[in-house]
């Protein structure tokens, strides 16, 4: 009696673990996504710099970095908000559902 109740109790556990998991993951997703727009943001500058020094030249070099640096401060606010609003889901979601 003792093992069927044992068993019965992990499979209610293993269940209720994977519902969890499973509505976590979009939050997960999100805050991926988000973690990778912020790693990749210094990508953005030398992109931009690339792109005005064929454009313009030498003065390329200044101006692609004032806007690439913008895009990039964009880039990493953007994915700051994303991990945040992720992490946010990833804990309250299943709570609500």
């Known amino acids: ?6 068993t019965l109790i992990f499979t ?3 269940t209720l673990f994977s ?3 499973f509505a ?3 939050g997960v997703d999100r805050a991926v996504d988000g973690a990778k727009d912020a790693i990749t943001a210094p990508g953005t ?3 931009e710099i690339a792109s005005d020094t064929s454009e ?4 390329g070099v200044v101006t692609g970095s004032v806007k690439g640096g913008v895009k990039a401060a964009g880039q990493v ?3 700051a908000a994303k991990v945040g609003v992720g992490v946010i889901e990833a804990v309250t979601k ?4």
Request: no cysteine; net charge negative; hydrophobic share 45%.
């Open 1 to 6: 009696m003792h093992d069927k109740l044992r």
């Open 19 to 21: 519902i969890v998991v």
């Open 24 to 26: 976590a993951d979009e």
């Open 12 to 14: 209610l556990s293993l």
């Open 45 to 47: 500058v030398v992109e």
């Open 56 to 59: 313009h030249g030498p003065v």
């Open 94 to 97: 299943p709570l609500t559902d």
């Open 77 to 79: 606010v953007k994915g």
